[in-house]
């Protein structure tokens, strides 16, 4: 069965510094999100995107973060300086159609320090 | 008020026990009803979807919507202990870019 997969699977960096998370979504797929999940909280959205824009986003995905569709096959999510706070597990989504549910990758853990 | 409430638990059941997971909701703009199953380090995964009112069942698995009450449940027959998990309800309507997710309940079967 086709799955969304996410690289790496954990990131160590420091408090100040850039990180790009990387996910392939499935390949049919059109519509792309971020959610991310502090350790114990529960999971919210960050981001959403279709047609090469975004389409939504929280009030946690502020000017440190972008996202980006550079071919046809990646989507990734910037932090462009890290805080302590982002530290958590970062979610790719994707689903096909606008009423079709979200498929979602393992994630990558990304530890600040 | 949150927009998806669930019982965070735990909830613990002796295995063969019949599961019973909840989740309200505010909106009554929700349409899309989720449930997804998520394992420790793990990304959510999905298990029923289902549309408006009603119930949908696959395998020990029955998803049940009251939209006049705003109630969603999970039935888990037969229970074992590899459904020990966080079970995650999530909502949304078909004109909203977002899922909303309650904050999960987690589920442990005893052997």
């Known amino acids: 069965e ?5 690289t790496p699977s954990h990131q160590v960096t420091q408090m100040g510094q ?38 939504e986003k929280s009030e946690i995905f502020d000017d440190q973060f972008s996202v980006e569709r550079p071919d046809g096959s990646n989507f990734t999510l910037k932090i462009r300086s890290t805080k302590l706070e982002d530290s958590a597990m970062y979610f790719c989504a994707s689903r096909d159609r606008g009423d079709s549910p979200l498929h979602f990758g393992n994630g990558t853990r990304l530890t600040v320090t | 008020q949150k927009e998806v409430e669930q019982d965070p638990g735990p ?63 999970l039935f888990i027959r037969d229970s074992q202990p590899s459904d020990s998990a966080t079970y995650l309800c999530a909502a949304w309507y078909s004109s909203a870019s977002k899922i909303i997710f ?9 052997p």
């Open chain 1, 2 to 6: 086709p799955e969304v997969t996410q």
């Open chain 2, 102 to 110: 309650g904050s999960g309940t987690r589920l442990s079967i005893r």
């Open chain 2, 11 to 73: 909830l613990s059941v002796p295995e063969g026990a019949i599961v019973s997971l909840n989740c309200t909701y505010s909106n009554s703009a929700f349409q899309y009803f989720m449930w997804y199953r998520q394992y420790s380090r793990k990304g959510p995964e999905l298990l029923m979807y289902t549309y408006s009112s009603g119930n949908k069942e696959d395998g020990r698995f029955t998803a049940q919507v009251d939209k006049s009450s705003k109630y969603i449940s």
């Open chain 1, 18 to 55: 850039e990180v790009i998370l990387r996910c392939v979504p499935i390949s049919n797929h059109l519509y792309f999100y971020w959610y991310r999940q502090i350790l114990g909280q529960k999971v919210e959205f960050l981001v959403s995107f279709y047609n090469n824009e975004i389409s």
